[in-house]
């Protein structure tokens, strides 16, 4: 996602930490803000000299075909342990270390939300970058636009972006999300003292996300790649965006939720 994205999943979470995680959160971001304010804070350090090594971190090429096929398989498509679900497993075993924990908790952040764009898991046309696409008359690509452009038009729908995060939030609390959102998150959740239980929650949502590949990123996209996907490709995609930011923003609370209940004293 681009920084609307990860602010919108950032807020989303903010609201569903319990006191625990809250305290820990505070305390460990201090004066760098709140959730919102740090999520995009992983784009901007992967384009420094330090930061070189964490670029790979954002996605998971999966190397299926889709629209015809989609699946996950994780010695295929991680190989070298360098794709965002062996980063959210790194990070998530560094969140109760005083020395690691603001870099991996702003890591965390982000990564939580760049697993649930279908781009960020998907290896065709280097997960949509090379697809070169027209919305609203102006030059871009398929990344792009799942990253960007359509969430900036799904903020503009629900009026602002603090609206369309309260939107979300109430959608899940008691609205249409509410009979599912348990349902979004992981049977193999964050179970502190199992060595890959993190590595197998963020594969269910990696599948989750490449999911949505077949049945409507790529399947439209071929069935019309000249159109101006600003017109009916956006209308279909807005309720994608909108669940994706959702369970975004549902999975990385109770994420933290369960890590920090693991920690041990202060931070
Ligand atoms: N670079 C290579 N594959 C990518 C993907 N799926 N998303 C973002 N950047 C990429
Ligand atoms: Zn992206
Ligand atoms: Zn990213």
């Given at each position: 996602w681009g920084s609307e994205g990860h602010a919108i999943v950032g807020s989303i979470a903010q609201n569903f930490l319990d006191s625990n995680a809250q305290s820990y959160v505070s305390k460990i971001l201090a004066s760098n803000g709140d959730m919102?304010?740090?999520?995009?804070?992983?784009?901007?350090?992967?384009?420094?000299?330090?930061?070189?090594?964490?670029?790979?971190?954002?996605?998971?090429?999966?190397k299926d075909?889709?629209?015809?096929?989609?699946?996950?398989?994780?010695?295929r498509d991680c190989p070298n342990g360098?794709?965002?679900?062996?980063?959210?497993?790194?990070?998530?075993?560094?969140?109760?270390d005083a020395s690691t924990n603001l870099d991996a908790l702003r890591f965390l952040i982000h990564f939580f939300g760049d697993i649930t764009q279908p781009l960020h898991n998907s290896n065709r046309d280097v997960g949509g970058n090379?697809?070169?696409i027209n919305y609203k008359g102006a030059n871009t690509n398929l990344h792009h636009i799942w990253d960007t452009e359509m969430v900036q038009d799904r903020i503009a729908q629900n009026s602002d972006q603090a609206t369309y995060v309260n939107n979300l939030i109430n959608s899940i609390t008691s609205g249409s999300y509410a009979s599912q959102a348990a349902s979004w998150i992981s049977q193999h959740s964050y179970n502190a003292g199992s060595q890959y239980g993190n590595n197998l929650a963020s594969i269910d949502y990696s599948i989750d996300s490449d999911t949505y590949g077949?049945?409507?990123v790529w399947s439209n996209y071929d069935a019309n790649p000249s159109q101006d996907f600003s017109g009916s490709y956006f209308s279909g995609a807005a309720s994608i965006i909108d669940i994706q930011l959702a369970k975004g923003g549902y999975r990385l609370a109770q994420h933290l939720n369960a890590a920090f209940a693991g920690c041990s004293g202060s931070t």
């Open positions: 919102a304010a740090v999520s995009s804070w992983a784009d901007s350090y992967k384009f420094t000299t330090a930061g070189a090594f964490s670029k790979p971190l954002h996605y998971v090429d999966i075909a889709p629209p015809t096929t989609c699946g996950f398989d994780e010695s360098g794709c965002i679900n062996t980063a959210i497993q790194t990070y998530t075993n560094q969140l109760c090379s697809d070169k077949c049945s409507y």
